[in-house]
């Protein structure tokens, strides 16, 4: 690919802006200024980091136990700050304030490390953001149906059952996410991440609160050392459930992926990597604080027993409306996470047509839509088939493979140790010409070859948790 190939070519009024440094309208590239700040950064990525895998930790604590439970998920929670550091002084290449701005995440390793590793990090990124929007599809439509079968259940006064299909909530979550995709780029969604941000923050709450009171009614923590009981699982079984909770664990740190889309909206002076390791530090000490309250006292009130999903555990029982608002604020995050994560996979095909078709009409034409009340909106022909077809495309799939808690694991495994570690490891050693078999250099290598081993072993727990799930599976006859 050439050098022109690196280049971001969406807006094509670009090229013919003068790039003036100290220019009050746009920055040293020519792009228009960035406005972000540490709290729109950090809305961003508690938007990515405090997904639908916060409801799966007691899950995962149950099966590790009240010693390796929380102390994978510091261990986790430190490897992501770490690498995140690293990967922050890779937005721009050479010098931390003047050197060549890195757009995206495959930028950065094509400036820094090129040759082969470039596509390897293209097709693992991109597969785990598809992923991980099918992950966020199906853990919609179960929120959903969770409202829908607590509404069925009171009404009836528990005596229907209340199955259902997840099929028409998913359906109903992709047409919601077409229309939402329409909107251009990374910084004119901070609004929908500030919304996201403030409803996980609501529904970890309720499942926090919920947990404490079911804790408070039955004056026992439940749980032990070692996590759930051989008796209540094979001794097969509670190792393979183990790895799978690494995977999970792993899962709900995954927004390396994303962090240099982030930085790419910050604002300077100060220099971008600044404001994203303040960025980084706030919400990860934020969203572990979270995730050990409702992991640790959703394990406390379950034990053993401890629900894949934690709302799920409490059943439809009063407060059923409480339930219901918890269940309807996972469904607004999950639609603003969708957003965040997928804009990067909307931006890389785009560009990629803009620069293989330069004079389609198709591709770069823009037609102003006026918006009664608000700025007229401009849409894109091409922009408007291929997102709604890539919706379609997750939501297809995720009718096909609805199983949550694999899925979940399975995402977190695959992607935590390329794109969370081992990338960010070695563009940060070519970077600063770290020397080999030096301390740091091996200090590095140590902890990327550590969590590689991890990143093995959960992707094989969860690996199994979907063969298990397949054998009582029907192609779009789901119901619970």
């Known amino acids: 690919m050439s050098e022109n190939n690196n280049q971001q070519v969406f807006d094509i009024s670009i090229d013919v802006v003068p790039k003036i440094n100290g220019s009050k309208c746009f920055d040293d590239d020519g792009r228009l200024k960035r406005t972000g700040s540490v709290w729109t950064a950090s809305a961003h990525i508690i938007t990515a980091v405090i997904g639908s895998g916060v409801l799966s930790l007691a899950w995962a604590i149950a099966q590790l136990g009240w010693i390796a439970g929380p102390s994978v998920m510091f261990l986790f929670s430190f490897v992501s700050y770490y690498t995140s ?19 995206t995440y495959i930028d950065a390793v094509r400036s820094i490390l090129g040759g082969a590793r470039v596509k390897a990090c293209g ?54 996410e077409v229309l939402l995709s329409q909107i251009p780029d990374f910084d004119q969604i901070w609004w929908l991440s500030i919304v996201a941000a403030v409803m996980s923050f609501t529904y970890s709450s309720i499942g926090l609160a919920l947990g404490i009171v079911k ?58 990597a600044k404001t994203m390791k303040k960025a980084t530090v706030l919400s990860i000490a934020v969203t572990t604080t979270f995730y050990m309250l409702c992991g640790c006292m959703g394990y406390a009130a379950f034990g053993d027993f401890a ?5 799920t555990g409490f059943g439809f029982y009063n407060p059923f409306w409480l339930l219901d608002i918890a269940n309807a604020a996972i469904v607004v995050h999950l639609v603003g996470a969708y957003q965040v994560f997928c804009q990067p996979i909307f931006a890389f095909v785009e560009k990629w047509a803009a620069q293989r078709w330069p004079e389609s009409k198709l591709i770069t034409k823009e037609f102003q839509v006026p918006v009664p009340g608000l700025p007229s909106f401009k849409l894109n022909l091409f922009r408007l088939v291929w997102r709604t077809k890539f919706v379609m495309l997750t939501t297809i799939i995720s009718m096909l493979l609805p199983f949550f808690n694999d899925v979940v694991g399975l995402l977190g495994a695959l992607g935590f140790w390329p794109l969370t570690v081992y990338f960010p490891v070695e563009m940060y050693i070519a970077q600063k010409q770290i020397p080999k078999w030096s301390t740091r250099w091996i200090c590095l290598q140590m902890l990327s070859i550590a969590c590689l081993v991890i990143s093995l072993v959960a992707a094989a727990g969860s690996i199994a948790g979907v063969m298990l799930d397949l054998k009582v599976y029907r192609p779009f006859k789901t119901s619970y």
């Not at 629900?307 to 709302?311: K, R």
């Open 85 to 103: 550091c690293l990967l922050s002084d890779c937005y721009r290449s050479g010098d931390p304030l003047t050197g060549k701005r890195n757009y």
């Open 215 to 272: 804790v408070a009614t039955t004056g026992t923590f439940r749980g032990s050392l070692t996590g759930i009981s051989i008796g209540t699982v094979t001794e097969t079984q509670k190792i393979w459930r183990s790895f799978q909770a690494l995977g999970d664990i792993a899962f709900a740190y995954s927004y390396s992926v994303i962090l240099i889309e982030i930085q790419d909206t910050i604002k300077a002076p100060p220099s971008e």
């Open 307 to 311: 629900p894949g999903n934690l709302l």
């Open 123 to 176: 097709l693992i990124q991109y597969l785990n953001l598809f992923g991980i929007a099918i992950g966020y599809t199906i853990a919609a439509s179960v929120s959903m149906m969770a409202i829908k079968r607590s509404n069925c259940f009171h009404e009836s006064g528990g005596k229907k059952p209340c199955h259902m299909s997840s099929n028409p909530y998913m359906i109903l979550f992709g047409v919601t």
